[in-house]
């Protein structure tokens, strides 16, 4: 019998082994050089990682780490245990080449221009090195002046370094003179044939002049060297289609499909196969799922339209080249079939002909006008987007059609919005609140310049002084001029004294330079003159509150609210200001009066349904919460914070599936939100929905996403396939991160299921180093010592840290229980007596403790209470074997033989030591 009180780290032990030996951090890390030496990285992986595992902190362990990744190709791995080598203080010197190679070849063209600026302190070579790559990644992003210039810089420098000629290659691919190009790289590789980076080029250069073959070639000379970077792997397969080798090309899409399941990139490749074989089923499908995941692949469109016009599935054809058919020149071949078609479905008048019966009518502007505003109340931006560009097609004289497609497109982070901006200023030059819109967005643009003409122009005229100064002002302070745009700020007080605008960047101008006091003056004004001024209430309320003024912050506004509220005025970011104050003081009853008593006003914001039902479940009234949420929701029906709040609800009361739903209903309104993706996986998982979880994952992986969340459900999948190598890797990585409580017991529990028990409890003992007062974990140590005390040897243990959670929680009663029994299987029969008693004195009625109570007062030869004691919990319903083997030894002390006959028929256990106590037992009574 295990007498321990069973509480929730019973799951930490589910199988025990002894160890064995272990190498040493240094004995890895000198085996793993060896391995990356001979090119076994696979090999030298496992090396380091182990190296890690007994050193987390070595920064040397994860450079070298990193360096082996590299040199598989496996960039996104290379950059994590890159980055973590240099927040471990690495040699600079060391890991910039490196890194500045993995963040181009992981499109992270920013980062490696921020190398380039950390690094002119190094060396020539280095320095070169990192001026290509910069080159590299800034071309691929498009920049082809800021490469040029990264590769001049690179050539200029003098020194013995391939990268030099590279980049003087680079700028003949610039250029265009691709033969000048390949010339270079071929004497590139002659005097280095590994050089796999002139190999990657000359793939670039071939392909550029349509020789695909040898571009196929070099493509699979620079995968040599880097088999895992899948990116170039698909740039061969596109040079090998290109060059009719499709027998070859078909085996490397099938291992591309194998890894990128879901890749519309493969799967057009694969459809383009299969046509060319004249499989033309087979050729639709693949190209029927490419669209499916990106309907913007042509290719794609193309294969799939013609297989099924060639499989005589007209109206599947139709669908697909119907999207072709404005991007396709009038002559192409593909507008016969489609004519073909639309003649054979009679589709011969389609939305294109009702596009072009609006162009001459004008009174529909208006009509396109209305709906695309009804459209806007409902959520439907991307639909209202659509009948505005129809509308400005109309009418493209309406200023105020050009006013609202430009402000829709800038909520929509589209800065072609300023286009319509400036194109209703052309229309009507003096929309002065237009001008000032497109002036912020030059501003917010960099584009700094543009935004001082209108300051300029408005300081000469009559009419717009204190608006000059403003805009001069914000000008200011997008150039950290402080002390200017002070001065302007107050030039436009001088002409407008009560300008809400110039108060306010006052106010900000004074919080910048840490007069707060000034700065709570300053915004309690434009408060007063505007009661609705979200912005100025918060920050007024953040700096009332950094002072520990928050009484001062509600008395303020509750003033103003109640005045307003007397005159039948109600400011509802003024509400939801004061609101959010009473929670900062914990008076949430009284947040969610207030907020409630608006609830009956039009138009409420996502931002007050928000509040409201995060004040409901700050005070734990999760269904009012959830409530609220679904109806906020139907007033607004796309807004990202009341979907993140309902899911989080939803999550908090377990209702797992409904969670799920709703959140894929979120990543469809708000596609490629990193926060949303990862809490879809987290509820696949919560759904035990395991390979969605795992498809959902990959897809952020792929996205280069890497957050704690996904960490810690990547670590759960992991458990559940019984990958507990993973495990371990993963609430690793967590645990090095975010060092608390249930992230030591997650990492204890894997390195335990990974049968490393002396590691699992090595975790929990460091941690309790840090968080002495943290019996939780303790109690689970105790446990773990407990699982993997095989030969007695932790006994020691185990009541040490018993009697150290007793001492500092005396009404433990697991603890006390569990100190008692292990003290009893130890022989301290009397410490034991004493220790139950204590828990028994907690809990008179517990069975399990009674078991216990019994059996050690037995050991203690209290025969009289032992069977008063047992025989009660027995005819209770016990079926615990230990606590009837020592009611029988009670009989038999006292000479009870029928008793303990009668105990010992049928009596058996899965305790082989047990077992053959009861043998004892039972020769002992049969001479009676």
């Known amino acids: 019998m295990n007498k321990l009180l069973i509480t929730a780290a019973v799951v930490l032990a589910l199988s025990l082994s002894a160890c064995s ?48 990744y590299l040199n598989q190709g496996n960039y996104i791995s290379a950059e994590k245990e890159l980055d973590r080598s240099v927040d471990l203080e690495a040699s600079f010197t060391q890991a910039a080449t490196l890194l500045a190679q993995v963040k181009t070849r992981l499109n992270k063209h920013k980062e490696v221009e921020r190398l380039v600026v950390l690094s002119e302190e190094l060396n020539d070579n280095d320095y070169l090195t990192i001026l290509s790559y910069a080159g590299m990644a800034t071309l691929a992003n498009g920049d082809i002046t800021k490469a040029q210039d990264y590769f001049s810089q690179a050539t200029a420098i003098v020194a013995e370094n391939p990268y030099n000629k590279l980049s003087q290659g680079y700028l003949s691919y610039i250029n265009r003179d691709f033969l000048q190009g390949i010339e270079i790289t071929k004497s590139l590789l002659s005097e280095q044939s590994s050089f796999a980076e002139a190999s990657l080029l000359q793939g670039f250069l071939y392909f550029s002049l349509h020789n695909y073959q040898q571009a196929s070639d070099s493509f699979e000379q620079y995968l040599d060297r880097y088999p895992l970077d899948q990116s170039i792997r698909f740039f061969l397969v596109n040079s090998l289609l290109k060059a009719g080798k499709f027998a070859q090309a078909n085996i490397l899409t099938d291992e591309l499909l194998v890894t990128f399941k879901e890749s519309p990139l493969a799967l057009q490749y694969k459809s383009q196969i299969e046509y060319n074989a004249g499989n033309y089923a087979e050729a639709q499908r693949y190209a029927s799922q490419a669209v499916n995941y990106d309907d913007s692949f042509v290719v794609a469109n193309m294969i799939a339209g013609i297989s099924s016009y060639q499989l005589d599935e007209l109206e599947q054809a139709y669908d697909h080249l119907i999207s072709l058919e404005s991007k396709l020149p009038a002559n192409h071949p593909i507008n016969a079939i489609l004519l073909s078609i639309k003649i054979k479905l009679g589709h011969t008048d389609d939305i294109a002909l009702s596009v072009d019966k609006l162009k001459n009518s004008a009174s529909d502007a208006g009509l396109l006008q209305i709906s695309s505003l009804e459209l806007l109340k409902a959520g439907d931006l991307v639909s209202a987007q659509s009948l505005l560009n129809k509308a400005t097609q109309v009418s493209p004289n309406n200023a105020n059609l050009q006013i609202r497609q430009g402000a829709l497109l800038l909520s929509q982070k589209d800065l072609s919005g300023v286009k319509s901006l400036e194109n209703a200023l052309r229309i009507d030059a003096s929309l002065h609140d237009t001008e000032f819109a497109l002036a912020r967005q030059y501003l917010r643009s960099n584009e700094v310049s543009k935004a001082q003409v209108i300051a300029n122009k408005w300081l000469k005229s009559e009419n717009y002084q204190a608006s000059g100064n403003i805009l001069n002002g914000l000008i200011a302070m997008k150039l950290e001029k402080v002390d200017e745009a002070e001065m302007y700020f107050q030039g436009a007080l001088t002409f407008e004294p009560k300008s809400i605008s110039a108060i306010y960047n006052l106010a900000i101008v004074a919080a910048f330079n840490k007069e707060v006091m000034q700065a709570i003056v300053g915004f309690k004004e434009v408060i007063e003159l505007n009661p609705n001024h979200h912005n100025a209430i918060r920050r007024y309320t953040v700096l009332q509150t950094r002072q520990g003024n928050t009484a001062d912050a509600i008395s303020f506004l509750n003033a103003i609210f109640e005045e307003n509220k007397f005159n039948n005025k109600i400011h509802k970011n003024l509400a939801i200001g004061l609101a959010q104050n009473l929670r900062i003081s914990k008076q949430v009853p009284a947040a969610i009066e207030l907020l409630e008593s608006i609830k009956v006003e039009d138009n409420l914001s996502a931002h007050y349904w928000s509040v409201l ?45 409904q969670a799920l739903a709703l959140s894929k209903v979120a990543n469809e309104y708000f596609p490629n939100d990193n926060n949303l993706m990862t809490t879809l996986a987290y509820l696949e998982l919560a759904n035990n929905n395991v390979q969605a979880t795992k498809r959902q994952l990959k897809e952020l992986k792929d996205k280069g996403v890497s957050n704690h969340l996904m960490t810690a459900t990547a670590a759960k999948v992991a458990i559940k396939e019984n990958d507990f190598f993973e495990a371990v890797e993963l609430y690793s990585e967590l645990y090095e991160k975010i060092p608390n409580a249930n992230n030591a017991i997650n990492l204890a529990r894997a390195l335990q299921f990974s049968k490393q028990g002396p590691e ?79 828990a028994l004195s907690l809990s008179p009625n517990n069975r399990s403790i009674l078991e216990s109570y019994g059996v050690i007062l037995v050991a203690n030869k ?33 000479n009870q033989y029928e008793q303990a006959k009668m105990m010992l028929k049928g009596l058996s256990s899965h305790s082989s030591k047990l077992n053959v106590k009861i043998a004892k037992l039972k020769r002992e009574v049969a001479q009676y």
């Open 21 to 68: 030996e272990q190498k040493t951090a240094e004995q890895l890390m000198a085996s793993a050089h060896q391995l990356s030496q001979q090119g076994k990285y696979a090999d030298a992986i496992i090396d380091y990682k182990n190296a890690i595992r007994l050193v987390p902190k070595s920064a040397e362990a994860r450079l070298r780490l990193g360096q082996a």
């Open 613 to 657: 039902a995060s004040s409901y479940t700050q005070t734990r009234q999760y269904n009012k919460a959830l409530s609220t949420y679904e109806l906020a929701l139907k007033e607004v029906p796309r807004s990202y914070i009341l979907y993140v709040g309902n899911i989080a609800t939803l999550e908090v009361l377990k209702q797992y599936p």
């Open 760 to 838: 699992a409890e090595l975790v929990l003992e460091n941690y309790l180093v840090k968080e002495v007062n943290d019996n939780r974990v303790r109690m689970l140590l105790a446990e773990l010592y407990s699982m993997n005390n095989v030969n007695n040897n932790k006994s020691a243990q185990i009541i040490s840290t018993y009697r150290t959670i007793v001492d500092r929680q005396p009404d433990n009663l697991a603890a006390l229980n569990n100190l008692a029994w292990q003290q009893y299987q130890s022989n301290d029969i009397k410490s034991a007596k004493q220790n139950i008693e204590k």
């Open 862 to 894: 209290h025969y009289k209470k032992a069977i008063e004691v047992l025989s009660d919990v027995v005819d209770k319903g016990s079926i615990d074997v230990s606590a009837k083997v020592s009611l029988v030894e009670a009989y038999i002390a006292v």
